[in-house]
Structures are given as C-alpha cells and as structure tokens.
C-alpha cells in the first residue's frame, strides 16, 4: 500500500528564533503563534505549511540545499514584492530577471537564508 506525507512545517535553523519568524510573519501575512515571544528557542509562524524557527548554535555556513520560492497575492507584482520585502529587512542577492519578464530574484532573509521571488501565475497570463 502507497503511504502520503503531509508537511505541516517547514523547519528553519537561526539565531534568533522569533526575530525571524516576525520578519516571515510580515511578509507572509501569517500569525506568530500566540505562545511564541521574544527569547524562545522555538517560534512558530501559522500558515500552511507553518513556518518554525528553531534556535541552533552554529551560523549559516553555506547556500540552502532547499530554499522557498514565492509570489505577490492579490494582485501585487514581483516587483512590488521585492520592494516589499526589501524594506522588511531582506536583501536582493543575485537578481534573475530577464527582459521578457521571465526569471525571478533570489533574496535573503535577514539570517541569510536564500528564498526566490517568482511572478505569481497572474502576471504570466
């Protein structure tokens, strides 16, 4: 018999837990958990799947084996998006984005963890 997974976290290693789920909290639109506060060693963003932030002693070392790629809702652009998140506290890392209008920006977040900003399925219609 075939099993299924469901994948309800998406795990992050940080730092600083709940700095970081606030910064994903605010670009994602999602609820820190109300049990999550300043100080924790795990902070738990509410989405589907839920963001989790859990506090490592090692720094980030190298390029993410897995990343997140996302796209405006409700009708922003890629581009309103990368402005968006810039000002969260995210920074343009390597700018993928053709004349065309095709491609896409891989950020960081503010401990360095790449994410890629895609145009949403609306801007490609």
């Known amino acids: ?4 997974i469901e994948i309800p976290y998406v795990t992050f290693d940080c730092a600083e837990p709940y ?3 606030t910064f994903w909290s605010q670009a994602t639109g999602w609820p820190i958990h109300p049990d999550g ?18 506090k490592v002693p090692e720094g980030k070392t190298v390029k ?5 790629d996302v796209t405006g809702a409700d009708g922003t652009t890629r581009e309103e998006e990368v402005e968006r998140l ?36 609306y801007e490609r219609s």
């Not at 018999?1 to 299924?4: A, I, L």
């Open 86 to 121: 810039v000002k969260l506290g995210a920074t343009v890392h390597d700018d993928r984005r053709a004349p065309d209008g095709r491609g896409w920006v891989t950020m960081l977040d503010p401990e360095g963890n790449e994410f890629c900003v895609c145009r949403a399925e």
């Open 19 to 21: 700095e970081l789920a």
């Open 37 to 54: 506060s300043a100080g924790d060693d795990e902070v738990l963003v509410q989405g589907t799947p839920s963001l989790l932030f859990i």
């Open 1 to 4: 018999m075939w099993g299924m």
């Open 64 to 68: 993410n084996r897995v990343h997140l």
